[in-house]
């Protein structure tokens, strides 16, 4: 039980040049304290530096090879020493060495002859302040680390959360696979070729990037809404089946407003999933739908989206066509561009096809060909 006592007593390490003043002062201070003792400046610093449990230093200043005054700016130079407490315990008693003593950091400055009664009340006070401080910075750290990991939580949950609203939407058309992925990765990897453009530069920081990755999941949400008998018809749909289909556009946008109307607030992510949701539809040259939008019209997020999603159902197997090749779908594609697409985003593809064509055998269905 004693051996524990002592060991969790402070550690103070007392530096001084001359033998019976390191005696004198084990003699005060042991009593109360652990204390270990350096008689230079260098044997000083390594003792420091290789002590984590050091509480405080008790520090001579005339000191032949390195005074005091450098041993402490080395200390306080240090990372690993800075937080020591420095305490100069010398016979210099001109204001100038005690001024210039704080000035290098050290808490306190007792002048020799020395008063017991002294050194220990300004020992026990500048302990219980390091150990204070000690406390508050462990607690700050563990206040940081906890705000981290609830932070991750509610963003794993988050995403969790989009991913399952988008599973619902694939289900009712279960012969898209791993489109919501793949498109995920897609809308990625043209934002960040297209944020060194000077067209989206400013739009397109990494903030950004993250967000269209979390929302275009949700760009399908929509057929939710839309009847088996037309989301799932094998042929071609009629113009009245066509026009009811049109309509996940809305119906999607309508239910992440809805979604964001019950939190009170605005998201930033829902604002760009709406984007995408009511807009990845439009065309360049205002043929598309709902609103008929065109060029710069329509939200940065949704022409990104409207390409990606468009390679994704060229290259993918449906009831109603067999899955094309890279080269077709890109063929395909680029006959669009300044029609059906912004011509610097087709453009951004063609000079990432290989990322895409990576993305799509990593993350491939198990019955298409990606050829």
């Known amino acids: 039980m004693l051996e524990t006592t002592l060991q969790e007593r402070p550690l103070i390490l007392v530096v001084d040049d001359t033998a019976v003043n390191l005696g004198l002062m084990r003699d005060l201070l042991g009593q109360h304290y652990r204390i270990k003792v350096a008689n ?65 950091g050290a808490v306190d400055y007792i002048t020799k002859p020395i008063s017991p009664p002294i050194i220990l009340s300004r020992v026990r006070t500048h302990l219980a302040l390091k150990a204070s401080a000690d406390f508050l910075k462990d607690k700050n750290l563990f206040l940081e680390q906890e705000v981290q990991r609830r932070t991750e939580e509610l963003r794993d949950v988050q995403d969790v959360t989009i991913i399952a609203m988008a599973s619902l ?55 939710v809404g839309i009847a088996d008998s037309i989301l799932l018809k094998p042929g071609k749909l009629t113009a009245e089946e066509f026009e009811v289909m049109k309509t996940h556009t809305t119906l999607g946008m309508e239910a992440i407003a809805c979604a964001e109307a019950r939190l009170g607030k605005d998201v930033p992510f829902l604002r760009c999933a709406k984007e995408i949701a009511y807009s990845h539809q439009e065309k360049w040259d205002g043929s598309g ?23 994704d159902a060229l290259i993918s197997k449906r009831v109603y066509k067999p899955a094309f090749s890279h080269e077709k779908a890109m063929e395909i594609i680029q006959q669009g561009r300044a029609s059906h697409f912004d011509p610097d985003v087709t453009d951004a593809l063609v000079t990432i096809q290989q990322e895409f064509q990576a993305i799509a055998a990593k993350h491939s269905n198990a019955d298409d060909d990606m050829g």
């Open 40 to 104: 230079s400046g260098v044997r000083a610093l390594q003792i420091a530096r290789t002590t984590p449990t050091l509480g405080l230093v008790l520090l001579d200043i005339m000191m032949p090879e390195m005074d005091g005054y450098e041993v402490c700016r080395q200390l306080k130079a240090d990372a690993s020493t800075r937080d020591i407490p420095v305490i100069f315990l010398t016979a210099r008693s001109d204001v100038r060495d005690e001024q210039e003593g704080f000035e290098l």
């Open 289 to 311: 739908y709902p609103l008929g939008l065109a060029g710069d019209a329509i939200p940065l997020s949704a022409r990104i989206m409207a390409i990606a999603d468009v390679y």
């Open 169 to 223: 939407a694939e289900t009712r058309d279960n012969e898209t696979g791993n489109h919501i992925v793949r498109t995920q990765h897609y809308v990625r990897a043209l934002a960040r070729h297209l944020s060194t453009h000077p067209r989206f530069a400013s739009a397109l920081d990494e903030a950004m990037i993250e967000l269209l990755f979390k929302s275009a999941p949700l760009h399908d949400i929509g057929k």
